[in-house]
C-alpha cells in the first residue's frame, strides 16, 4: 500500500492542525493505521492507531486528550486531529500502515509497521 501524508506546517502555540493521510493500492480497511513521530535528534515514537473499523483508538500519553485519530475506509483516509498543540509536538510525522491479522489488531511498536509514508513536518512556534 502507497501513504501520502499532508497537512503539517507552522502553527503557534495552543493552534491546531490536521494531518492527512491517503492510501492506495490494498485495501485499505484490512490494515490498522498509525501515526508516528520523530523530532530532531529523537528516536522515531508513536503518537496514535486505529484498528481497521475505526471503532477503536490509542494514544500515547503526551498527546491524549489533545489529538484525536480517525479514519475513513471509503475514502481511504486517515486522520489526525491535534490540538493545543506545544513546542514539544514539533517533528515529522509519519504515517503507517499494519496489515491486521483480526480486527482488533493494532500495535504502538513501528517495527509491527509494513508500510510508511514519506512524512509530514508539524513546526509549533512559541
Known amino acids: 500500500v502507497q501513504l501520502q501524508a499532508s497537512g503539517g506546517g507552522l502553527v503557534l502555540a495552543g493552534g491546531s492542525l490536521t494531518l492527512s493521510c491517503a492510501a492506495s493500492?490494498?485495501?485499505?480497511?484490512?490494515?490498522?493505521m498509525g501515526w508516528f513521530r520523530q523530532a530532531p535528534g529523537k528516536e522515531r515514537e508513536f503518537v496514535a492507531a486505529?484498528?481497521?473499523?475505526?471503532?477503536?483508538?490509542y494514544y500515547a500519553d503526551s498527546v491524549k486528550g489533545r489529538f484525536t485519530i480517525s479514519r475513513d475506509n471509503a475514502k481511504n483516509t486517515v486522520y489526525l486531529q491535534m490540538n493545543s498543540l506545544k513546542p514539544e509536538d514539533t517533528a515529522v510525522y509519519y504515517c503507517?500502515?499494519?496489515?491486521?491479522?483480526?480486527?482488533?489488531?493494532?500495535?504502538?511498536?513501528?517495527?509491527?509497521?509494513?508500510?510508511w509514508g514519506q512524512g509530514t513536518l508539524v513546526t509549533v512556534s512559541s
Open positions: 493500492g490494498r485495501t485499505f480497511s484490512n490494515y490498522a
Open positions: 503507517a500502515a499494519d496489515l491486521a491479522l483480526y480486527s482488533s489488531w493494532y500495535s504502538k511498536s513501528s517495527a509491527e509497521y509494513d508500510y
Open positions: 486505529v484498528i481497521r473499523s475505526g471503532g477503536s483508538t
